[in-house]
Protein backbone atom coordinates (compact mmCIF):
# COMPACT_ATOMS: atom_id res chain seq x y z
CA UNK A 1 0.00 0.00 0.00
CA UNK A 2 1.10 3.79 -0.82
CA UNK A 3 1.52 5.38 2.15
CA UNK A 4 1.56 9.17 2.48
CA UNK A 5 2.66 9.98 6.11
CA UNK A 6 2.18 13.94 8.24
CA UNK A 7 4.01 13.82 10.75
CA UNK A 8 1.91 15.25 13.09
CA UNK A 9 -2.20 14.93 13.37
CA UNK A 10 -2.85 18.09 15.70
CA UNK A 11 -0.64 21.08 16.07
CA UNK A 12 -1.28 23.97 18.47
CA UNK A 13 0.95 26.70 18.09
CA UNK A 14 1.30 30.89 18.91
CA UNK A 15 1.12 33.22 16.50
CA UNK A 16 4.61 34.22 15.32
CA UNK A 17 5.97 31.00 16.05
CA UNK A 18 8.14 28.95 13.27
CA UNK A 19 5.82 25.94 12.09
CA UNK A 20 7.17 22.95 10.27
CA UNK A 21 4.74 20.19 8.80
CA UNK A 22 6.51 17.21 7.62
CA UNK A 23 5.60 14.68 5.18
CA UNK A 24 7.19 11.79 3.86
CA UNK A 25 5.85 8.68 0.90
CA UNK A 26 6.74 5.63 0.34
CA UNK A 27 6.38 5.04 -3.17
CA UNK A 28 9.58 7.03 -5.10
CA UNK A 29 6.70 9.57 -6.38
CA UNK A 30 7.77 12.44 -8.01
CA UNK A 31 5.30 14.59 -7.39
CA UNK A 32 4.30 16.03 -3.81
CA UNK A 33 1.86 18.73 -2.92
CA UNK A 34 0.73 20.73 -0.04
CA UNK A 35 -2.99 21.59 0.20
CA UNK A 36 -5.04 23.47 3.01
CA UNK A 37 -9.00 22.98 3.52
CA UNK A 38 -11.22 25.27 5.32
CA UNK A 39 -15.12 24.69 5.48
CA UNK A 40 -16.78 26.13 2.13
CA UNK A 41 -13.67 26.74 0.09
CA UNK A 42 -12.59 23.10 -0.11
CA UNK A 43 -9.03 21.84 -0.86
CA UNK A 44 -6.54 25.25 -2.38
CA UNK A 45 -3.01 24.03 -3.44
CA UNK A 46 -0.43 25.96 -1.34
CA UNK A 47 3.31 24.20 -3.10
CA UNK A 48 4.20 21.54 -4.91
CA UNK A 49 7.23 20.00 -6.38
CA UNK A 50 7.75 18.22 -9.53
CA UNK A 51 10.94 17.05 -8.01
CA UNK A 52 14.01 17.28 -5.88
CA UNK A 53 14.78 20.91 -4.91
CA UNK A 54 12.27 22.18 -7.42
CA UNK A 55 9.14 23.71 -6.11
CA UNK A 56 6.37 25.96 -7.72
CA UNK A 57 3.87 27.79 -6.15
CA UNK A 58 0.35 26.59 -5.89
CA UNK A 59 -3.07 28.87 -5.65
CA UNK A 60 -2.14 30.60 -2.14
CA UNK A 61 1.26 30.67 -1.34
CA UNK A 62 1.28 33.87 0.43
CA UNK A 63 2.68 33.10 4.31
CA UNK A 64 4.34 29.53 3.48
CA UNK A 65 7.37 28.60 1.91
CA UNK A 66 8.56 24.75 1.59
CA UNK A 67 11.62 22.27 1.01
CA UNK A 68 12.14 19.46 -0.92
CA UNK A 69 15.96 18.21 -0.25
CA UNK A 70 15.05 14.24 -0.89
CA UNK A 71 12.50 12.62 -2.46
CA UNK A 72 10.44 11.12 0.04
CA UNK A 73 10.25 14.15 1.78
CA UNK A 74 8.47 17.55 1.93
CA UNK A 75 7.86 19.81 4.40
CA UNK A 76 5.39 22.96 4.06
CA UNK A 77 6.96 25.56 6.43
CA UNK A 78 5.16 28.83 8.54
CA UNK A 79 7.70 31.35 8.72
CA UNK A 80 5.86 33.68 11.02
CA UNK A 81 2.72 31.52 11.99
CA UNK A 82 -0.77 33.72 12.00
CA UNK A 83 -4.10 32.85 13.34
CA UNK A 84 -5.48 33.13 9.87
CA UNK A 85 -3.00 30.05 8.62
CA UNK A 86 -5.24 27.57 11.60
CA UNK A 87 -6.61 25.60 8.97
CA UNK A 88 -6.61 21.44 7.95
CA UNK A 89 -3.85 20.93 5.86
CA UNK A 90 -3.07 17.76 3.67
CA UNK A 91 0.02 16.42 1.66
CA UNK A 92 -0.39 14.53 -1.16
CA UNK A 93 2.10 12.62 -3.94
CA UNK A 94 1.81 11.34 -7.21
CA UNK A 95 3.96 10.13 -9.98
CA UNK A 96 4.74 11.99 -12.95
CA UNK A 97 2.27 11.81 -15.48
CA UNK A 98 0.13 9.47 -12.81
CA UNK A 99 -3.86 10.74 -12.53
CA UNK A 100 -4.12 9.32 -9.28
CA UNK A 101 -2.80 10.83 -5.67
CA UNK A 102 -2.61 9.58 -2.60
CA UNK A 103 -3.03 11.48 0.20
CA UNK A 104 -1.85 12.05 3.95
CA UNK A 105 -4.21 11.75 7.28
CA UNK A 106 -4.05 15.97 7.31
CA UNK A 107 -2.56 17.94 10.20
CA UNK A 108 -5.13 20.32 11.92
CA UNK A 109 -2.67 23.36 12.98
CA UNK A 110 -4.21 25.95 14.98
CA UNK A 111 -2.39 29.06 15.62
CA UNK A 112 -3.61 30.96 18.83
CA UNK B 1 -17.95 30.97 -9.74
CA UNK B 2 -15.52 27.87 -9.02
CA UNK B 3 -14.10 26.35 -11.67
CA UNK B 4 -15.46 22.90 -9.72
CA UNK B 5 -18.88 22.65 -8.64
CA UNK B 6 -20.62 20.16 -6.44
CA UNK B 7 -24.32 19.54 -5.76
CA UNK B 8 -25.56 19.32 -3.00
CA UNK B 9 -23.67 21.26 -0.19
CA UNK B 10 -25.23 18.56 2.26
CA UNK B 11 -27.26 15.67 2.10
CA UNK B 12 -28.72 13.56 4.93
CA UNK B 13 -30.08 10.45 3.59
CA UNK B 14 -31.98 7.29 5.20
CA UNK B 15 -30.28 3.56 5.07
CA UNK B 16 -31.24 1.91 1.88
CA UNK B 17 -31.92 4.80 -0.15
CA UNK B 18 -29.91 5.57 -3.20
CA UNK B 19 -27.67 8.59 -3.54
CA UNK B 20 -26.34 10.92 -6.27
CA UNK B 21 -24.03 13.75 -5.59
CA UNK B 22 -23.14 15.63 -8.75
CA UNK B 23 -20.43 17.63 -10.18
CA UNK B 24 -19.98 20.02 -12.92
CA UNK B 25 -16.84 21.70 -13.94
CA UNK B 26 -16.07 24.39 -16.49
CA UNK B 27 -12.34 23.75 -17.97
CA UNK B 28 -11.18 21.25 -19.97
CA UNK B 29 -9.62 18.29 -17.80
CA UNK B 30 -7.92 14.92 -18.34
CA UNK B 31 -9.64 13.23 -15.64
CA UNK B 32 -11.75 13.36 -12.73
CA UNK B 33 -11.63 12.00 -9.23
CA UNK B 34 -13.97 11.39 -6.75
CA UNK B 35 -12.43 10.98 -3.16
CA UNK B 36 -14.02 10.42 0.25
CA UNK B 37 -12.51 12.32 3.54
CA UNK B 38 -14.21 10.57 6.59
CA UNK B 39 -14.01 12.62 9.76
CA UNK B 40 -10.75 13.27 11.36
CA UNK B 41 -9.21 14.29 7.76
CA UNK B 42 -8.11 11.57 5.79
CA UNK B 43 -8.88 11.14 2.02
CA UNK B 44 -8.93 8.48 0.02
CA UNK B 45 -9.41 8.13 -3.72
CA UNK B 46 -12.85 6.34 -5.02
CA UNK B 47 -12.76 6.98 -8.87
CA UNK B 48 -10.50 8.31 -11.58
CA UNK B 49 -12.49 8.83 -14.76
CA UNK B 50 -11.51 9.94 -17.86
CA UNK B 51 -14.48 8.71 -19.79
CA UNK B 52 -17.29 6.64 -19.12
CA UNK B 53 -18.91 4.60 -16.52
CA UNK B 54 -17.03 2.90 -13.57
CA UNK B 55 -18.49 0.74 -10.46
CA UNK B 56 -17.17 0.08 -7.33
CA UNK B 57 -19.19 -2.34 -4.92
CA UNK B 58 -22.30 -0.19 -4.31
CA UNK B 59 -20.31 3.19 -5.52
CA UNK B 60 -21.01 3.94 -9.44
CA UNK B 61 -19.39 7.16 -10.59
CA UNK B 62 -19.96 8.13 -14.10
CA UNK B 63 -18.65 10.81 -16.45
CA UNK B 64 -20.05 12.95 -19.31
CA UNK B 65 -17.56 15.27 -21.44
CA UNK B 66 -19.27 17.08 -23.53
CA UNK B 67 -21.32 18.16 -20.69
CA UNK B 68 -18.06 18.41 -18.14
CA UNK B 69 -20.43 16.71 -15.40
CA UNK B 70 -20.10 14.06 -13.25
CA UNK B 71 -22.10 11.43 -10.82
CA UNK B 72 -21.57 9.66 -8.12
CA UNK B 73 -24.56 7.19 -6.94
CA UNK B 74 -24.19 5.19 -3.75
CA UNK B 75 -26.90 2.08 -3.86
CA UNK B 76 -27.72 0.65 -0.38
CA UNK B 77 -26.54 3.34 1.54
CA UNK B 78 -25.38 2.52 4.77
CA UNK B 79 -24.33 4.78 7.76
CA UNK B 80 -20.70 3.98 7.19
CA UNK B 81 -20.59 5.84 3.77
CA UNK B 82 -21.54 8.97 6.11
CA UNK B 83 -18.27 11.22 4.91
CA UNK B 84 -17.46 14.00 3.11
CA UNK B 85 -17.47 13.59 -1.10
CA UNK B 86 -15.25 15.13 -2.89
CA UNK B 87 -14.99 15.84 -6.94
CA UNK B 88 -11.86 16.82 -8.36
CA UNK B 89 -10.82 17.62 -11.77
CA UNK B 90 -7.11 17.23 -13.39
CA UNK B 91 -6.43 20.22 -15.31
CA UNK B 92 -3.53 18.56 -17.51
CA UNK B 93 0.58 18.80 -17.61
CA UNK B 94 3.00 16.88 -16.15
CA UNK B 95 2.13 17.98 -12.36
CA UNK B 96 -1.21 16.67 -11.85
CA UNK B 97 -2.28 19.77 -10.50
CA UNK B 98 -6.14 19.19 -9.10
CA UNK B 99 -8.87 21.58 -9.05
CA UNK B 100 -11.16 20.39 -6.02
CA UNK B 101 -14.78 20.78 -5.51
CA UNK B 102 -15.92 22.00 -2.08
CA UNK B 103 -17.03 19.02 -0.88
CA UNK B 104 -20.43 17.03 -0.33
CA UNK B 105 -21.17 16.56 3.56
CA UNK B 106 -23.66 13.04 3.59
CA UNK B 107 -25.04 11.80 6.47
CA UNK B 108 -26.90 8.54 6.42
CA UNK B 109 -29.53 7.58 8.81
CA UNK B 110 -30.24 4.40 10.17
Known amino acids: DVKVTQSSRYLVKRTGEKVFLECVQD?????MFWYRQDPGLGLRLIYF???????EKGDIPEGYSVSREKKERFSLILESASTNQTSMYLC???????????FGQGTRLTVV | KNEVEQSPQNLTAQEGEFITINCSYS?????LHWLQQHPGGGIVSLFMLSSGKKKHGRLIATINIQEKHSSLHITASHPRDSAVYICAVRSGGATNKLIFGTGTLLAVQP
Open chain 1, 92 to 102: ASSFRGLLEAF
Open chain 2, 27 to 31: VGISA
Open chain 1, 27 to 31: MDHEN
Open chain 1, 49 to 55: SYDVKMK
